[in-house]
């Protein structure tokens, strides 16, 4: 019974994520994330917490991400990632 509610849970976040970049609200996407989240980018370096997430996420929505989809069945998402891989070489 924990285990159901913990997937829910988490595929509450995956869905809350989608509708918010999908309206580009940014503000949105970084409350998706702990408070204290740790992430480490390999351009950007270090950032720690939800208000460093923001203008990060809007940056890249706006110069990086070219497609940004959400696949529900995990072999979905693996065959849509294989096919752009191949449509870009």
């Known amino acids: 019974m924990a ?3 913990a997937a ?3 595929a509450d976040v995956v869905w809350r994520y989608r509708d918010a970049m999908v309206r580009r609200d940014f ?3 970084a409350a998706c994330f ?3 989240v740790c992430c480490v980018t390999a351009a950007s370096g270090t950032f720690i917490g939800q ?3 923001r203008p990060r996420v809007s940056v890249l929505a706006d110069s ?3 497609w940004h989809a959400q696949y529900p069945d995990p072999d979905e998402a693996r065959a849509a990632a294989e096919s752009l891989a191949k449509e870009r070489g």
Do not use: L
């Open 27 to 29: 503000d949105d996407v």
């Open 34 to 36: 702990a408070p204290n």
């Open 3 to 5: 285990e159901e509610s």
């Open 64 to 66: 990086v991400i070219e």
């Open 51 to 53: 208000a460093a997430i």
């Open 8 to 10: 829910a849970e988490a």
